[in-house]
């Protein structure tokens, strides 16, 4: 038993007198001040950026809750016209994507970017200036993608967007939709880059990776899921918008494309999403159920284990929403198995907190029985799941009101109730004031006979045949009195969550404060007193649920007697630890407030909107701003020189202030970066090789591009490229700095030789990209490869203008680590492209 | 990993491992249906699935190989959990997030291994591509 003999007793520093507390509390404020009047905006400290976040996703719900509503009521009677056929595709495809895209997946970034830091013990996540970024992404795409139906433009076509439809349609809907959408999945990536990093690398030392918060644990299995799942919808957005705007004919039959391959790119990204959703709320459930029942929770190592194998299996699901398409039974038949084994890990889930429940005696409270509530439903959702997973009774529910009806299940079951429980539960976190127990206890039976009363009914409506998305139906074929209930049980529905939002938003002036620890939990996040700081100091932490193991810890953390309990020199910061065991490495700098997040956001976001509607002068000018502003922001916010080699952080530990390479923070999200945009390029190369499978003959033929000579040339010179950035990086390790510029000018000379090379290929050849997915599919892969050399090149010379800056060193080279960890990328994005655009034609 | 805490039973399972069977679970699945996909697209409908069935099969003896020896790799550290009969990894020290991780790792492994199996019906039960 000499492991349980390690345990490190709680290190704790001798407290230090009132008025040096004071002192330390002063300057950690003035540190961590927040931004006010015209400046408030440019605030970037995750406390308010999460609040701004979560304002606008619940903004989102309600919008896309209304939506629904118009639908319910055109629905309630047979041959209703309150609205029109065009209008109600509108209203069913916004309803979809508001959901997903503007509530489901923001709120959960916005919840982890607000609580997430304090759950683990940090000051704040690593790239404050990313998440207010991804912010700033999220509210300019999603005003844009919502505000198009107020003038009777949005997107029409059905939430998944299936060609030929909506490559076929008119009018800029589709196009508000690919270019809006494409947009707020930047905010994504962007918050899972952040949210990654928070976890692995800003745990508060001690905290072991077997004592990370569950929360934690979610968090980074659904970033990393985000990593696999939104880039292969960039891809296909990407291709789908270039059928639109240049009639590339990826998904047109008669042209060699295939409509079922977008069908395959958007479930591989859309039924991770589903988990995605569903993943993060179940944590917040992971939080709460413990704390209720004043009890750990019963199952640690099996709900870390059954979220990672869900977020595995999450991805060998996406063909059974494709069952009906005529694929060969055998594909079916593994993508069904696939669908029965996901119960596995799902069920322990759910099993690990019902024995939770079991152990200890449950507090009744308003966050329990939103969860009690979100288990019961999610149950039935899940259980309708298996159903819908087996192909035969699929045959028979497909796009009927089933499957409407099993999704609302598991999504509300899974996603809103839970959220809600953690609404309430972290209310108090946030305002220092409690919910009203009665409004909630009124709100939850309300939103919970509504949902049952609309939903439960819409199962039986499923059965008797009706389909999705039919604007209305005739009287007799005996649906009539079942919408009608759900009509009147959404309406019940959205009575109970206005209620709920009328009781979050209400002035409570004169309300008591709550205690500072109001539900008794054992997690360090209630430590946190409201101010912009955080933490008044960062815990040495030793148990999964501190406040309940060790009596003195809530004092001392108050008492600032752990680490970093004062800011001597006026920066914001907060600590790098290892990734199992939390050892301290690094104090990390934190940027300040800025406004060049915004900027460079509404430079991105022009240039999606103004191309929708091809205004190609303020598209140029917004790429401009969106360049110069990131450039700007990259140069004077990352990677700069502390003033000093290494810090005192307290408890005798000294760390250093800088760090470059595999250990350091801007390596790892580049890392992360890089994992999800090859993600995105696998994807296209899928797609040559779909149609390879398709296709009578390939190449077509007559068609002889691009030939291997120049992806041969194109192949060698960029790997030249690559590895002059390689040596660039070595020589300036050993202190040769005009080895390096020499080196780098090199490689990019190169890098411009090499692209030019590529797009020869294709060039020279004639491929006419308009002809047929063959040509379309190779300029696909060599236009993406070539704007990524781009951003390559970009790089080169930048590494090159630090170093003449002075900004660059022997000591300090992070930018030329991360610079060349981008080209390990390009590496094999040119290796790939180069043998399949080049060599596979030779072997085919 | 250089940062972190030297253990008493050496190298130790890193989130690496722990993902290992998980992954291969997946290599196994995409091997499987692109196989059979690519199979089934070339010779017709009408084809007898006696090539894509063999595929299968080797692909599975190979992933569950590959489990096995993940499996093989933590049972050191695993050992001592069932020894000391404590399965709640909830100590303050790296042995314990060691053996933690190790036991994540083998369940991971068992439901790597029911997954496989589970895909591997359909290519038992079935005998054309229809």
């Known amino acids: 038993m000499s492991d349980t ?65 118009i639908m319910r009521l055109q629905l309630a009677m047979p041959d209703n016209d309150l609205v029109s056929a065009d209008l109600y595709n509108q209203l069913f495809t916004l309803h979809g994507t508001v959901m997903m895209f503007l509530f489901a997946v923001p709120i959960f970034e916005a919840v982890a970017i607000l609580i997430m830091p304090s759950m683990v013990g940090a000051r704040d996540l690593p790239f404050p200036r990313l998440s ?14 919502c505000g198009s139906i107020f003038f009777n433009v949005a997107p ?4 998944f967007m299936y060609p030929p439809l909506s490559t076929e349609q008119m009018g800029v809907g589709a196009d508000i939709w690919l270019l809006g959408l494409s947009f707020i999945e930047v905010a994504s990536v962007a918050a899972a880059i952040e949210l990654i990093v928070g976890v692995l690398k800003c745990r508060a030392p001690g905290m072991h990776i077997n004592l990370t918060p569950l929360y934690g644990w979610y968090v980074l299995i659904v970033g990393v899921m985000i990593l696999f799942a939104f880039p292969p919808l960039i891809a296909g957005d990407f291709l789908f918008e270039l059928e639109r705007l240049l009639d ?67 991805f060998g699901l996406w063909v059974h929403h494709m069952f009906t398409t005529g694929l060969p039974s055998l594909s079916l038949g593994f993508f069904s198995a696939a669908s029965e084994a996901v119960v596995i890990p799902t069920g322990i889930q759910i099993f690990v907190f019902i024995a939770t429940l079991m152990q200890g005696r449950v507090i009744r409270t308003v966050p329990m029985l939103f969860a009690l509530g979100a288990i019961a439903t999610f149950i039935i959702g899940g259980l309708s799941g298996v159903m819908v997973a087996i192909v035969p009774f699929d045959f028979q529910a497909h796009d009927s009101y089933f499957v409407v009806a099993h999704l609302h299940y598991v999504l509300i079951g899974g996603v809103i109730f839970p959220l809600l429980a953690g609404v309430t539960y972290f209310y108090p976190f946030v305002t220092g004031k409690l919910l ?110 501190p406040l309940w193991e060790d009596a003195d810890f809530a004092q001392n953390v108050r008492d600032g007697r752990y680490y970093l309990p004062d800011a001597e020199e006026g920066r914001r910061e907060t600590i790098v630890t290892s990734v199992l065991d939390a050892q301290p490495i690094q104090c990390l700098r934190l940027p300040l407030p800025s406004y060049v997040t915004t900027v460079a956001a509404a430079g991105l976001g022009g240039v999606f909107i ?89 190449p077509p033929p007559g068609m002889t591009g691009p030939g291997w000579l120049w992806p041969l040339i194109a192949g060698l010179v960029l790997i030249g490229s690559w590895g002059l950035t390689l040596g660039a990086r070595i020589v300036n390790g050993r202190g040769s700095v005009w080895g390096m510029r020499a080196l780098l000018a090199l490689s990019a000379v190169s890098t411009l ?92 | ?50 090539p894509a069935q063999w595929i299968v099969g080797i692909t599975t003896l190979v992933a569950l190989a590959g489990i096995g020896l993940v499996v093989r790799s933590i049972w050191t550290e695993y050992r001592r959990s069932v020894s000391n009969d404590d399965f709640d990894f909830e100590v303050n020290s790296a042995e314990e997030r060691h053996r933690f991780l190790s036991h994540v790792t083998l369940m991971l492994s068992i439901l790597a291994v029911a997954a496989i199996l589970y895909a591997t019906i359909p290519a038992i039960v079935l005998e054309t591509c229809r």
């Open chain 1, 5 to 69: 003999q390690n345990t490190t007793d709680p290190m704790v520093a001798p407290l230090a007198d009132e008025a040096s507390r004071k002192a330390q509390e002063q300057r950690l404020a003035e540190a961590w001040t927040s931004p006010e009047g015209w400046w408030y905006f440019s605030d970037v400290n995750n406390s308010r950026v999460g609040i701004w976040y979560i304002v606008s996703a619940f903004a989102f719900l309600l919008f896309g809750g209304a939506l629904a509503l």
């Open chain 1, 132 to 145: 207010a970024f991804g912010f700033w992404c999220f509210i300019i795409g999603g005003i844009f993608v």
């Open chain 1, 156 to 159: 029409s076509g059905g939430w």
């Open chain 1, 248 to 314: 590339w004919p990826f998904f047109d039959a008669s042209r060699g494309g295939d409509p079922l391959l977008w069908q395959h790119i958007f479930w591989i990204f859309g039924h991770p999403e589903v988990y995605i959703v569903f993943l993060p709320s179940i944590a917040l459930l992971a939080m709460i159920v413990p704390t209720f029942v004043g009890h750990p929770i019963a199952g640690y190592s099996w709900i870390v284990l059954s979220a990672i194998g869900t977020g595995f299996l999450s």
């Open chain 1, 436 to 545: 009203s127990r009665a409004l909630g206890i009124w709100s939850f039976w309300l939103m919970f006979a509504g949902f049952n009363i609309a939903f439960m009914p819409m199962h039986l409506t499923g059965l008797m045949g009706m389909p999705r998305r039919v604007f209305t139906y005739p009287s007799n074929l005996g649906w009539n009195s079942l919408n009608l209930v759900s009509t009147i049980g959404a309406f019940i529905l959205a009575a109970g969550l206005l209620l709920f939002i009328f009781d979050t938003l209400r002035p409570r002036r004169n309300q008591p404060e709550a205690p500072a620890n109001p539900w008794r939990a054992g997690t360090v996040e209630w430590l946190n007193d409201r101010q912009n700081w955080g933490l008044r100091t960062i815990p040495h932490i030793s148990s999964r649920y």
């Open chain 1, 610 to 698: 103004f191309s929708t509607f091809h205004w190609w002068w303020p598209t140029a000018i917004s790429g401009v701003v969106a360049f110069v502003a990131i450039i700007y922001w990259v140069w004077t916010g990352t990677a700069t020189l502390p003033e000093k080699e290494r810090k005192d952080i307290g408890l005798g530990t000294t760390v250093p202030l800088y760090r470059s390479g595999p250990t350091a923070v801007g390596w790892w999200a580049m890392f992360i970066t890089m994992t999800g945009d090859l993600t995105a390029f696998l994807t296209l190369v899928f797609a040559y090789f779909f149609y390879w499978t398709v296709a009578e003959q390939f």
């Open chain 1, 753 to 844: 030789a090499g692209t030019a090379a590529l797009l020869a290929g294709p060039w020279t050849t004639g491929l006419d990209p308009t002809q047929n997915s063959y040509p379309a599919i190779v300029w696909a892969l060599v236009v993406w490869t070539a704007v990524h050399l781009a951003a390559g090149f970009v790089m080169q010379v930048y590494c090159i203008a630090r170093s003449f800056a002075g900004l660059l060193t022997r000591r300090f080279d992070a930018d030329i680590w991360n610079v060349t960890l981008y080209w390990h990328a390009m590496a094999f994005t040119v290796l790939v492209t180069c043998l399949v655009i080049g060599g596979f034609p030779v072997v085919a």
């Open chain 2, 1 to 50: 990993m250089s940062n972190e805490v030297e253990r008493e039973t050496g190298s130790g399972t890193s989130l690496w491992k722990v993902i290992a069977s998980p992954t291969i679970w997946a290599v196994h699945l995409l091997v499987c249906y692109i196989a059979g996909a690519i199979y089934c697209e070339k010779t017709g409908r009408e084809a007898g699935l006696a």
